[in-house]
């Protein structure tokens, strides 16, 4: 800053903090990619000054390209997890056994999954009967007899 004025570069700078800033408070792997966007920005037209139009084209193409980079490179490397399946719950129930609460009829009933109840799809069973977690077709819970 120079007497209190800013200038463009401090501006894109800042205007990247404030995004990473918010990404750490929002987590969504997004808002880091807008960021080094304008991070790029600022660095560029320090030493390059450009009309705001000029930085406004260019922050808008280097975010385009920084998040088309970022997706690709999540896609390539998901990156390790204790525990792959932590947010996909109908995964995680794969292969428990659960009793059925609602008779399994024309291929459809209710499940007892710990304190809740789930449809499931499966073959006919009547309630009170076991039966195994094999899928899912989003929260419809596949299941098969024992």
Request: a negative charge; proline letters at 5%; one cysteine or more.
């Amino acid at each position: 800053m120079t007497g209190g004025e800013w200038t463009p570069w401090e501006i894109w700078l800042a205007i990247a903090l404030i995004l990473a800033i918010a990404e750490i408070v929002m987590p969504g792997i997004f808002l880091i990619w807008i960021a080094l966007g304008a991070a790029i920005t600022g660095i560029a037209i320090y030493f390059v000054p450009l009309a705001l139009p000029l930085q406004i084209v260019l922050f808008a193409g280097l975010c385009l390209l920084a998040t088309y980079v970022g997706r690709r490179w999540y896609k390539d490397d998901p990156g390790d997890s204790e525990d792959p399946l932590l947010n996909d719950r109908t995964a995680r129930l794969v292969g428990q056994i659960v009793t059925v609460s609602q008779a399994i009829e024309a291929g459809r009933g209710r499940v007892k999954v710990g304190d809740s109840q789930w449809q499931c799809k499966g073959i006919d069973s009547p309630a009170g009967a076991q039966v195994r977690i094999v899928g899912a077709e989003g929260s419809l819970l596949l299941v098969e007899g024992l």
